[in-house]
């Protein structure tokens, strides 16, 4: 069973930087597909990066594009660097996993099978 753990969610300005990190316990051996996702209370959660272990690929939301960056330290920590923040960046955000690659796209949440309990990034202007 894979846990995961995010933190560093916070309250920021517009324009400003935060980095979430997600604490994880994949097996080492094994490729995985890990993710960051983001849910408003009145949206849909949205896959905004995603990163396949294996191959170090990633993909990356439009919306987030050239801002967001996914990475991992060694097998046990999932970052997601967020620079130049805006309001609609706000959400609880989310770090997932699931075992095998990642596919050519931004997967949709029903396809991940772990998930993290959330932390809340707040952008206001």
């Known amino acids: 069973q894979v846990q995961l753990a995010e933190s560093g969610g916070d309250s920021v300005l517009s324009g400003g930087s935060l980095r979430l990190s997600c604490a994880t316990s994949?097996?080492?051996?094994?490729?995985?597909?890990m993710a960051w996702f983001r849910q408003d209370p009145q949206k849909e959660r949205e896959g905004v990066a995603q990163?396949?272990?294996?191959?170090?690929?990633t993909l990356y939301a439009d919306s987030v594009r050239g801002r967001f960056t996914i990475s991992r330290a060694n097998s046990n920590t999932l970052y997601l660097q967020m620079n130049d923040l805006k309001p609609e960046d706000t959400g609880l955000y989310y770090c997932?996993?699931?075992?095998?690659?990642?596919?050519?796209?931004?997967?949709?949440?029903?396809?991940?099978?772990?998930w993290g309990q959330g932390t809340q990034v707040t952008v206001t202007s």
């Open positions: 997932a996993a699931v075992e095998g690659s990642c596919r050519s796209s931004i997967q949709s949440a029903d396809w991940f099978k772990y």
């Open positions: 990163i396949s272990t294996r191959t170090a690929d």
């Open positions: 994949v097996n080492a051996y094994i490729g995985y597909c």
